[in-house]
C-alpha cells in the first residue's frame, strides 16, 4: 500500500521458511562432498604435477621410500588391528558388566517385592481363618479314615485284605 503522493511503491516480500533439519543435513552433506572433490582434484593435480617436473634421482628416492613403506605396511596393519579389536572387547566387557549390574538391581528389588507381598499374604489368609482341629487326629479317627478309603493294587484292582 502506498500513500497517496508517496514517491515509493509497495513491495510485496514472501519470507522463505527456514530449512528445517533435513534440509540442512542435504546441504551440508551436499557442501562436505564439493569440496571433498575439489580437494582430491587438487591433490591428484599437485601429484601429476610433481611426477612431471621431479628429477631422476628424487624419483628414485621416492620409489625406494615406497617400498620400504609397502613391506612395514602389513606390521602396521597387524598393530592397528590388534589394538582396535582389543578395545572394542573393553567397550563391550564394559557394556556387559554394566547390563549385568543393572538386571541383578532389577531383578533383586522385583523377587524382595514378590517375597513382601507372599509374606503379607500368608500373615493375612492366617490371620482371617478361624481356627480347626483339622491338623489334631487322634490314631482312632486316623484308623477309621483308612478303613473308609478304598484300597486297590497298583493294577487298579480291589486289594482283598
Not at 17 to 39: C, F, N, S, W, Y
Not at 126 to 135: D, I, K, S
Amino acid at each position: 500500500m502506498t500513500k497517496k503522493g508517496s514517491p515509493h511503491k509497495t513491495v510485496t516480500t514472501y519470507a522463505t521458511p527456514a530449512p528445517t533439519g533435513d534440509e540442512l543435513r542435504q546441504r551440508l552433506i551436499l557442501i562436505g562432498v564439493g569440496l571433498a572433490g575439489a580437494l582430491t582434484l587438487a591433490l591428484l593435480g599437485g601429484i601429476v604435477y610433481w611426477l612431471f617436473t621431479a628429477t631422476l634421482s628424487t624419483l628414485r628416492w621416492w620409489a625406494g621410500l615406497a617400498t620400504v613403506g609397502a613391506a612395514l605396511l602389513p606390521f602396521l596393519g597387524y598393530f592397528l588391528g590388534t589394538s582396535t579389536s582389543r578395545a572394542h572387547q573393553e567397550g563391550l566387557a564394559a557394556g556387559v558388566q554394566t547390563a549385568q549390574d543393572i538386571m541383578q538391581t532389577g531383578v533383586a528389588t522385583t523377587m524382595r517385592a514378590a517375597a513382601d507381598t507372599a509374606e503379607v499374604r500368608i500373615t493375612t489368609a492366617h490371620a482371617l481363618r478361624p481356627p480347626t482341629a483339622a491338623g489334631k487326629l487322634t490314631l482312632d479317627e486316623l484308623n477309621r479314615l483308612v478303613r473308609t478309603l478304598p484300597s486297590t493294587t497298583a493294577d487298579g484292582e480291589r486289594y482283598q485284605g
